[in-house]
């Protein structure tokens, strides 16, 4: 049975930092794209950050130079660094395996930023 635990959320100021990980049991993460994506309130879910098998990244706009996505292969693990965190961060967020014939998703963790 495949899971995929995410941790690391919680409440954070602006200008704050946090860091997400995704816990992968049941799938080699290392064999899969992984990637983390939010959605707030009201809104459709967005793509944050992804990593490929062999460690190329890609982020959304929003999140450049402030998000790194990383993996642990020996823990089976996938981190979001969050830093300089904005208010408009807040939601709740999401790691993904991308696989055939359809993706696994972890049941998310909230990442709100406030004053």
């Known amino acids: 049975q495949v899971q995929l635990v995410e941790s690391g959320g919680g409440l954070a100021q602006p200008g704050g930092s946090l860091r997400l990980s995704c816990a992968a049991s049941g799938i080699t993460s290392s064999s899969y794209v992984m990637a983390w994506y939010r959605q707030a309130p009201g809104s459709q879910r967005e793509l944050v950050a992804g990593i490929s098998r062999y460690g190329s990244t890609n982020y959304a706009d929003s999140v450049k130079g402030r998000f790194t996505i990383s993996r642990d292969n020996a823990k089976n693990t996938v981190y979001l660094q969050m830093n300089s965190l904005k208010v408009e961060d807040t939601a709740v967020y999401y790691c993904?395996?991308?696989?055939?014939?359809?993706?696994?998703w972890g049941q998310g963790t909230q990442v709100t930023v406030s004053s």
């Open positions: 993904k395996a991308v696989a055939q014939p359809q993706d696994y």
